[in-house]
């Protein structure tokens, strides 16, 4: 287990911000290492974890709030639009939008090379950064409080994803034939990772029914992912 070795001056700035936003937390160390990035981690000599476990919760628990919240709100909507309204609340873009609108830009710790080269305004880093951040509040809490930190967003950009036309991603198409096809989830999986923290590539493998269906690669983890399903759409006649 990695320890927390962070400065006051981190802990008083992310305390500033979860003040800003409402938040009691029970472990503010814990809302510290979700805002801080692995170029960070990289050009430190502390032994600090970054956030990409957390990363990878709060993609989760978005998956199954968005879900939920769809579900919930539109009885009438299919499957397939059900899926695409889902997808147009996750998606790196509009994440990376909410993030904006808290401004964690500001707050993250990141590597010198990764600051220099914007990475406190790139789109992938500050969609990571808000999936962190919701990943550390289910776990200092629950999933009700994060739902409730969640749901907002979603209701301040409903109008607009609603009326944003192809929302209809290449993770998403591949989703929707998997399903009218009974052959399981897609599977993706990080096969390789190169370059410096601040310019960093992902190749990403996607399998359906064990069998490999195409390969992305890509600045970040889901831009791979749709690369690779954009592959595997061709692959299988679709594209």
């Not at 936003?21 to 472990?27: A, D, Q």
Request: with cysteine.
């Amino acid at each position: 287990m990695v320890t927390q070795l962070n400065s006051q001056a981190d802990v008083r700035l992310v305390q500033a911000l979860l003040e800003r936003l409402g938040l009691h937390v029970k472990n503010i160390e814990l809302f510290v290492r979700a805002l801080t990035h692995s170029s960070y981690v990289n050009e430190t000599s502390a032994m600090i974890e970054d956030n990409e476990r957390l990363e990878f919760l709060g993609d989760a628990v978005l998956d199954f709030v968005s879900g939920a919240y769809v579900y919930e709100q539109f009885p009438e909507m299919k499957e397939g639009e059900m899926t695409r309204m889902r997808s147009g609340f996750v998606r790196t873009e509009q994440l990376a939008e909410f993030a904006r609108q808290v401004d964690l830009g500001p707050v993250l710790r990141l590597g010198r090379g990764e600051l220099a080269s914007g990475g406190q305004e790139r789109d992938t880093v500050l969609c990571g950064a808000f999936e962190s951040f919701v990943g550390a509040l289910y776990l200092d809490s629950d999933i009700a409080i994060a739902e409730k930190f969640i749901l907002p967003f979603f209701e301040a950009s409903r109008e607009k994803i609603l009326a944003t036309p192809g929302l209809s991603d290449p993770k998403t198409r591949l989703q929707e034939y998997a399903q009218a096809h009974q052959l399981g989830a897609p599977i993706y999986l990080v096969v390789d990772r190169s370059g410096p923290e601040h310019a960093r590539i992902f190749e990403v493998v996607v399998r359906l029914t064990a069998q490999e269906m195409g390969r992305g690669k890509g600045s970040s983890k889901s831009a791979a992912e749709q690369e690779a399903a954009q592959a595997a759409l061709i692959w299988l006649g679709l594209e």
